[in-house]
């Protein structure tokens, strides 16, 4: 019998795959068999030498996600080049930072765009491939945010939350047709959007004792929970948000 974790066979598309957490979910899911389809700004030179060292095919659709008239063409590109799509990851993202007395219209726009728009809109062009082909899976990339308020990141928490929200919504209309959405929740990762973080002792020191792990994530953290929800192990779950937090949640 088959490993239910192999995706052997089955055809990925990650948004924001050219580095950080995106990275570390494309490269994993490779080591698990799939092709990879990788869509965003940034040329991902580095994950694609991954993905073909792992032998998987890889297609690169160039994109920015920060209005959604790439979609349709991010979804038509990707069945171009690998003949179809079985697994989507909600991946990019952006954060701004300031006193919510001071946010401005333009820092909230931005990251709603980017971080909640864009990946409706996309979640809904590979619904449509994956509710015709009757199974699939989607996964949304939320935060701890989505529990919890935050500070000074109105807009990246207001997106969080509405990514929580839709995960639970798009399970509830596609569990039926075989398509799976679930999300998976980061803790503090040591990616672009937490340089700031932890560039500042204090603030680092004190995120560092909350997390009973004792450490930054990694974006190899991310992967085995990216597998498992793109895999047949998942196939009853549907609506799940899954914190990968080292204990930041549990405290």
Not at 147 to 160: C, D, L, M, N
Not at 195 to 212: G, H
Request: with cysteine.
């Amino acid at each position: 019998m088959s490993s239910p974790f192999d995706l052997t066979g089955k055809v990925a598309l990650v948004t924001g795959g050219s580095r950080g957490l995106g990275q570390g979910i494309a490269r994993a899911l490779a080591q698990a068999g799939a092709d990879i389809a990788v869509a965003g700004m940034a040329t991902p030179t580095e994950t694609e030498a991954m993905v073909r060292g792992l032998g998987r095919r890889f297609v690169s659709v160039a994109a920015d996600l920060g209005s959604i008239e790439p979609v349709d063409r991010i979804v038509a590109e990707t069945l171009a080049g690998a003949g179809r799509i079985d697994i989507l990851v909600n991946n990019a993202g952006i954060i701004r930072r300031a006193d919510a007395v001071d946010f401005t219209e333009k820092d909230w726009d931005d990251v709603i765009d980017v971080n909640l728009k864009s990946a409706f809109f996309l979640a809904q062009a590979v619904g449509r491939v994956l509710i015709a082909q009757g199974s699939g899976k989607i996964i949304n990339i939320a935060s701890m945010l989505s529990f919890q308020g935050g500070i000074r990141v109105p807009s990246y928490a207001a997106s969080k939350s509405g990514i929580a929200g839709i995960t639970r919504l798009l399970a509830c209309e596609w569990a039926g047709k075989g398509v799976n959405v679930n999300a998976i929740a980061p803790g503090y990762m040591a990616t672009d959007n937490t340089e700031q973080l932890r560039a500042d002792p204090q603030r680092s020191r004190d995120i560092l004792a909350r997390i009973p792990a004792g450490r930054w994530g990694e974006s190899a953290d991310i992967g085995g929970a990216a597998v498992f929800l793109a895999s047949a192990a998942s196939d009853y779950m549907h609506g799940a948000i899954i914190p990968v937090d080292g204990g930041w949640l549990a405290r």
